[in-house]
Structures are given as structure tokens and as C-alpha cells.
T-cell receptor
Framework: GQNIDQPTEMTATEGAIVQINCTYQ??????LFWYQQHAGEAPTFLSY????GLEEKGRFSSFLSRSKGYSYLLLKELQMKDSASYLC??????????????FGKGTSLLVTP | DTEVTQTPKHLVMGMTNKKSLKCEQH?????MYWYKQKAKKPPELMFV???????INESVPSRFSPECPNSSLLNLHLHALQPEDSALYLC???????????????FGSGTRLTVV
């Protein structure tokens, strides 16, 4: 199975930078995904890491260290609309779920003025 | 077309009813998924279809019955549900990992199901 941990809640100020951490344990790692989900809506794909290092996409960046089982999502120049739940998801080809995504519990981010 | 379309968006059903949730995508994805999400919880995997064949069933009760008529469609048939089955049901699709373009899953907007 998998154990995916991320903080439950975070608060940050508009215009600031926030880093959301995710740690995981898996035997057949095959990629880590970050999704954004606003209340009552579907998750929206943000980023994908399968090799170590930083992936940058506009205001969002995601980092992966496979040896440490660690990833973070970095959000820059925060906007009020960034208030949402951020889901870390891992694909493990050795799990009973095959190559489907398994999600962490999500981090609820509140951006304040 | 880069969307996954789910219908209906909302559904209220009694415990003796039979209903179906529908999901459609035209991105050429050959893997499709059903997830269940309760309020303030992460999505939980229910079923995985790969190349129209059921490859994973995560010990889901038989009152949920999936069907994949073709590579673009995925259904979830519901029968004799319980109030605790009330949740957001999400459909997603992707390229299977062994394909070259393996990048991200696309989710539908979900069906909000209430069982009364």
C-alpha cells in the first residue's frame, strides 16, 4: 500500500509564496501528481513529476526527490482564487491499484488579503 | 476536445431505485476510472478500465456495477444504494502508463449523488 502525508491546512497572504509538502512511501513509484480542487468541483491537474528535480509552470512549481519520498508544490504570487484544496497523488505500479492514482488527504489552503 | 463529460451533474435517488451515471471522453484515452469522494476527503478509487476491460475493482460493493461499452464511454449502474453512498462520483481518464504520452489524468466535473 501507500502512505501519503501532507499538512491538513495552511494559511498564506495574498502576494506571498507558499510551499505545500508531501511525503510518500511506495514500492513501485511511477509518478507524482499535484491537483487543485475547489469546493464542489472536480480536481484540476497542476503538475507531474517522475524524475528528480523541479518542474516549473507559471506561478506553480513542483519538486520531487525519489530517494527521500518527498515532493513539494510551490505557489508564487498568491491570489485569492488560489484558496482551494491541493491534492498530492502517487501512482504505484506495484500496488493493488495498479497504475491508478492514490491521493493524499489534501491540504486546504486559505489565502487571506 | 480535452474534457471528460459526466451526466447527470446532480442525482437524488431512493434506496430502491436503479439509476446510471455516465461518463464520456474523446481524447483517445484508453484508461478510465471511477472515484468516490466524500466531503472534505480525497477521492477514493473504485474501478479502473484499461482498453475497455475492467482491470481493478477496489472491493466495491456489488450495488455499484461499472460498464465500459466502448473506449469513449464509462457507466456506473447503481442499485439498492444506502444513504452512506451519498457522495461526489468522479470519472477520470488517461493514457495507460505503457503508452508514450503518459501525462496527467483528466477528471470530469462529477455527479453529486444523494441517496434518500
Amino acid at each position: 500500500g501507500q502512505n501519503i502525508d501532507q499538512p491538513t491546512e495552511m494559511t498564506a497572504t495574498e502576494g506571498a509564496i507558499v510551499q505545500i509538502n508531501c511525503t510518500y512511501q511506495t514500492s513501485g513509484f511511477n509518478g507524482l501528481f499535484w491537483y487543485q480542487q475547489h469546493a464542489g468541483e472536480a480536481p484540476t491537474f497542476l503538475s507531474y513529476n517522475v524524475l528528480d528535480g523541479l518542474e516549473e509552470k507559471g506561478r506553480f512549481s513542483s519538486f520531487l526527490s525519489r530517494s527521500k519520498g518527498y515532493s513539494y508544490l510551490l505557489l508564487k504570487e498568491l491570489q485569492m482564487k488560489d484558496s482551494a484544496s491541493y491534492l498530492c497523488a502517487v501512482r504505484d505500479i506495484d500496488s493493488n491499484s495498479g497504475y491508478a492514482l492514490n491521493f493524499g488527504k489534501g491540504t486546504s489552503l486559505l489565502v487571506t488579503p | 476536445d480535452t474534457e471528460v463529460t459526466q451526466t447527470p451533474k446532480h442525482l437524488v435517488m431512493g434506496m430502491t431505485n436503479k439509476k446510471s451515471l455516465k461518463c464520456e471522453q474523446h481524447m483517445g484515452h484508453r484508461a478510465m476510472y471511477w472515484y468516490k469522494q466524500k466531503a472534505k476527503k480525497p477521492p477514493e478509487l473504485m474501478f479502473v478500465y484499461s482498453y475497455e476491460k475492467l482491470s481493478i475493482n477496489e472491493s466495491v460493493p456489488s450495488r455499484f456495477s461499472p460498464e465500459c461499452p466502448n473506449s469513449s464511454l464509462l457507466n456506473l449502474h447503481l442499485h439498492a444504494l444506502q444513504p452512506e453512498d451519498s457522495a461526489l462520483y468522479l470519472c477520470a481518464s488517461s493514457h495507460p502508463p505503457r503508452d508514450r504520452d503518459n501525462y496527467g489524468y483528466t477528471f470530469g466535473s462529477g455527479t453529486r449523488l444523494t441517496v434518500v
